[in-house]
C-alpha cells in the first residue's frame, strides 16, 4: 500500500526521535565500556569518548582479585533465585481469580481495590521499615525478598492478560471435567508464556537493581547486594585507597574511574544477557496484558 506523505513525515520523525533516545541510552554505557578498557592517565585527561584510549585489562584483572564484588554478585544472585519463583507464585495465583467474571467471582470488585489503593498510596519508609523489623527480617536475605513479592503493577498485567484469552478455552476445559487449578496449570499457564515472560523479565530486572532496600535494611556490608555494594563503591571518595592488596605498578594503569567503570559494566551483564531470550515476548507481554479492563 502506497504511504501519504503525512505518513512519510510522521514516520521520519519517529525514527528519528527513536534514534535519538537510544542512542541517549547506548552513548553512556559504550562510554563507561571504553573507560574501563583505558589507561587511569587517558581517562584523567579527558580523552576517553566511545573509544578505549592506551588499550588495558587491568582494571578487569582488579576486579577480579576483589571477594567483595563476587560476594556481592552471590548476594545477588541468591536474592534473584529465592525471589523470582516466589514472586511469580503469588502474582500468578493473585491474578487467576481476579480475572474471572463478577458473576464467578463476586468479591472480585472489592478485593481489586485491595490491591490498587496500596499501589497508589504507600504506607511509607518508616512504616515499611517497622514491619520489616518486627518480622525479625532485618539483616536477612528475606528482606530484600519479600517486601516486594507482590507486585501489583505485575498482577494488573497478567489480570489483563489472562482476560483477554478467548473464553471458549476454558469452557472446554470445564465441560471435560476439568477444575479451576486444572485449566489454571494445564490451559491459563501454558497459553500466557509472553506476559509471564515479560513480568519474569521485571522481576528479575527489579532485583537485580535494587539497592536501597539493602543499605537500610543490612547492617553488614558483607552481606549487600551487587547493586547496593557498587553504589558505596561509586560514592566512596577512594576506590583504591581503601585496599591494601594493589600492585604499585598497577596503580598506573588504573584508578577510580576505571576501576569503578569496570564494575558497572559487569553488573550490566546479566541483565544485558537475560533480556535477549524475552524480548520476543516482551512487546506482546506488555501491549495485551496493559489494554483489556
Avoid at 563476587?70 to 544472585?77: C, G, K, N, T
Avoid at 518486627?134 to 507486585?151: E, F, K, R
Avoid at 567503570?261 to 535477549?276: G, K, N, R, S
Wanted: hydrophobic share 50%.
Amino acid at each position: 500500500m502506497k504511504k501519504s506523505f503525512g505518513r512519510k513525515v510522521f514516520l521520519f520523525f519517529n525514527y528519528t526521535i527513536l534514534v535519538f533516545l537510544a542512542l541517549t541510552c547506548l552513548i553512556p554505557i559504550l562510554n563507561q565500556l571504553a573507560i574501563s578498557f583505558s589507561a587511569s592517565s587517558a581517562v584523567a585527561s579527558g580523552s576517553v569518548g566511545l573509544l578505549p584510549v592506551d588499550f588495558t585489562l587491568d582494571s578487569y584483572k582488579y576486579i577480579a582479585g576483589k571477594t567483595d564484588f563476587w560476594r556481592a554478585i552471590l548476594v545477588s544472585l541468591e536474592r534473584i533465585l529465592l525471589a523470582v519463583p516466589i514472586s511469580m507464585t503469588v502474582c500468578v495465583l493473585a491474578a487467576y481469580p481476579l480475572s474471572r467474571e463478577n458473576h464467578e467471582f463476586p468479591a472480585r470488585k472489592y478485593y481489586i481495590w485491595v490491591f490498587v489503593i496500596p499501589m497508589l498510596f504507600g504506607g511509607g519508609l518508616i512504616p515499611t521499615y517497622m514491619v520489616v523489623r518486627n518480622t525479625n527480617l532485618i539483616n536477612t536475605i528475606w528482606a530484600l525478598v519479600l517486601p516486594c513479592a507482590v507486585n501489583v503493577f505485575n498482577i494488573i498485567l497478567l489480570m489483563n492478560f489472562i482476560r483477554s484469552l478467548p473464553k471458549e478455552l476454558e469452557e472446554a476445559a470445564f465441560v471435560d471435567g476439568a477444575s479451576y487449578a486444572d485449566t489454571l496449570f494445564r490451559i491459563i499457564l501454558p497459553t500466557s508464556k509472553p506476559v509471564l515472560a515479560t513480568v519474569l523479565l521485571f522481576v528479575i530486572v527489579n532485583h537485580w537493581n535494587s539497592w536501597f532496600d539493602g543499605l537500610i535494611y543490612l547492617n553488614s556490608p558483607e552481606q549487600y547486594p551487587l547493586q547496593t555494594y557498587l553504589q558505596t563503591q561509586v560514592l566512596s571518595s577512594s576506590l583504591l585507597a581503601m585496599e591494601t592488596s594493589v600492585d604499585v605498578r598497577q596503580l598506573g594503569e588504573i584508578s577510580d574511574r576505571t576501576g569503578k567503570a569496570a564494575q558497572i559494566f559487569l553488573a550490566a551483564i546479566p541483565v544485558m544477557m537475560v533480556y535477549p531470550f524475552l524480548q520476543k515476548y516482551f512487546t506482546t507481554g506488555i501491549v495485551v496484558g496493559s489494554v483489556k479492563g
